[in-house]
């Protein structure tokens, strides 16, 4: 059985057909995928052909968002020490096999 290819938003552009906004999403393998739902044309185009060039030059990439300077990474914890249990677990298997 065959899977499909994940596909991640990579910014937004306008529709060739209705000018609405509408996402740009890019699979696994470099397929660019411009599909409006509201007139339902569907747009695909393959890593390094002509096509891909021409949507990817319409596309606005979203904006990554900057590192905040005031935000500094915590330093991890110490590792908690696990204590032995101080006597063994009582449970349904010790009723049954007599030791009480």
């Known amino acids: 059985m ?11 552009t306008e529709c060739v057909c209705c000018g609405r906004e509408i996402p740009a999403k890019e699979s696994e393998t470099g397929t660019l995928d411009v599909s409006c739902q509201w007139c339902e044309l569907p747009t695909y185009a ?5 096509a891909h ?12 968002p900057e590192p905040d300077a005031t935000h500094t990474q915590q330093p991890a914890p110490p590792p908690v020490e696990v204590k032995p249990a101080a006597r063994a677990a009582r449970s349904a298997f010790d009723i049954l096999s007599g030791r009480v």
């Open 2 to 12: 065959k899977t499909r290819p994940k596909k991640t938003i990579i910014g937004t």
């Open 46 to 50: 393959k890593k390094g052909t002509e």
């Open 53 to 64: 060039r021409v949507l990817m030059a319409r596309v606005k990439r979203k904006a990554e």
